[in-house]
Structure formats: C-alpha cells, structure tokens
C-alpha cells in the first residue's frame, strides 16, 4: 500500500492503481464519461478526469494516472475546471441535447457532469455539427442515435464481456466517428437477443432495441 494526497485529504491505496478509481472510491468525484472499470488501456477519449499532480507541469487524465507513493494530487484547480468546460462544450457542440425526449433524461451523465460544472447543456457560443441521419435503423434488432452517442467504447465494452470479442466497432474518423456493427449484424441478433448488452451499457441511450420505439429525433 502507498499513501497519496488528494485535495488535502490522505489516502491509502495499492500501489500501481488507478488514479481515477482510487478518487472515486474514496468519495472524491472527478467527472468522467469514458472511464470503464479495470480496463488495462483507457481509452481516455472524453477528456473530463482531468486532475493536476504536484511535480506534473500540466494537467492529466486521471483514467491514465497509476498511483505512487506520495503523489499529491488537486481535482479542482481552475486550469483543471478549464479543461473539463472545454471538453464538455467540445461534447456537446455534436450532440442532440434534447432530454425531454431522450430515455436518459434524469439519469443522465452529461447532465450530471454539467451540474458538477456549473455549466448549461445548451450553449448559444456553440456552432452544432450534427450527423444525418439522426438514426440510423440498418441492423435488425438495434437503432443508433449518433447524435447522442458520447464514443464512450461501453457499449464495445460489454459486447466483449458478454461475446468473447465485440461485434460492434467504431467506424469513421473524426466529427464522423460512430458505432457500426460492419458485417456482424445477421451474427449480432442471434447472439443478442432481447437483452443486448451495448443497449444496456451505453449511459445515453444510444443504441435502443428497435421495440422501444422511439420515434426518430425530429419526428
Ligand atoms: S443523453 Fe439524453 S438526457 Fe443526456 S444530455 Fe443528451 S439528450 Fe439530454
Ligand atoms: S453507443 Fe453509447 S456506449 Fe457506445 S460509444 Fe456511443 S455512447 Fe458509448
Ligand atoms: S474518463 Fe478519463 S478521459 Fe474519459
């Protein structure tokens, strides 16, 4: 065990374990939207945790950190809440904030990181770079809403836990990114079910079994 510092408090933790974890598990909350428990390789793509470590000339995603001993640590210093109002803002300029009628309304963690931040989910500086169409119904069981998905990788995440291997990928790059199930689809609803584990991960409502029935945004 190695004794670290955050924020004043002390707190004892294996050594070689992860920042993130470690804070959060002590009651210290870091926003983080990406951050999949135990991972070996983060993805760090949401670019929320960060946090400054005395002796680190620049702040660090905390999901990347491993704890040492005497590490010192702040999650809450201004150059800190910059950067999770600039990735938070970067977040939503490609999101379809419309929570009155998305199914992750109140137990939402975008909603959630914006009340941490004291920042609005709707910002007027913000030009919208939305993706069309906004759903796209290719597979036979799945629909996906790319102007919500967050690219956080859970839904990757579980379909791995639950399959072996994930039979649903990113695809595109950039502003373009999304979740495709490539060739896999016919494979993906036999495997699945009624129950599919990417449905059941994604925090935003993302990917929705087809039998919800939602109409699609803008409907
Ligand atoms: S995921 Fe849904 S509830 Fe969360 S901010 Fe977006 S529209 Fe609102
Ligand atoms: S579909 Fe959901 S779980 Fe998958 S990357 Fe997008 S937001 Fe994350
Ligand atoms: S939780 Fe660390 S970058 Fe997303």
Same mark, same amino acid.
């Given at each position: 065990m190695v004794t670290i510092i955050v924020d004043d408090t002390e707190i004892q933790a294996e050594e070689g374990a992860n920042l993130l974890e470690v804070c959060l598990d002590n009651g210290i909350f870091i926003p983080n939207l990406c951050h999949i428990p135990g991972?070996?390789?983060? /993805?760090?793509? *949401? /670019?929320?945790c960060f946090v400054e470590i005395e002796g680190v000339g620049r702040p660090v995603t905390s999901c990347t950190e491993t704890v040492r001993d005497g590490m010192r640590v702040r999650t809450g210093t201004e150059r800190v809440r910059r950067l999770q109002r600039a990735g938070l803002q970067f977040l939503l300029s490609v999101h379809d904030v419309d929570c009155g009628h998305c199914p992750s309304n109140k137990h939402c963690p975008l909603q959630d990181t914006a009340r941490f931040l004291k920042a609005g989910l709707k910002s007027k500086k913000l030009d919208k770079i939305l993706s069309s169409p906004p759903v796209i119904r290719e597979h036979p069981l799945l629909d996906y809403y790319p102007n919500r998905?967050?690219? *956080?990788g859970k839904c990757l995440d579980a379909c791995r836990r639950k399959m072996?291997?994930?039979l649903l990928t990113f695809a595109k790059r950039g502003f373009e990114t999304i979740i495709s199930f490539f060739g896999e689809k016919e494979r993906t609803a036999l495997a699945c079910g009624e129950e599919p584990a990417c449905a059941a991960a994604c925090p935003v409502s993302a990917i929705r079994l087809h039998s919800a029935g939602e109409d699609a945004p803008g409907a």
């Open positions: 991972q070996s390789r983060p /993805r760090a793509s *949401c /670019r929320m998905c967050i690219l *956080c072996g291997q994930p």
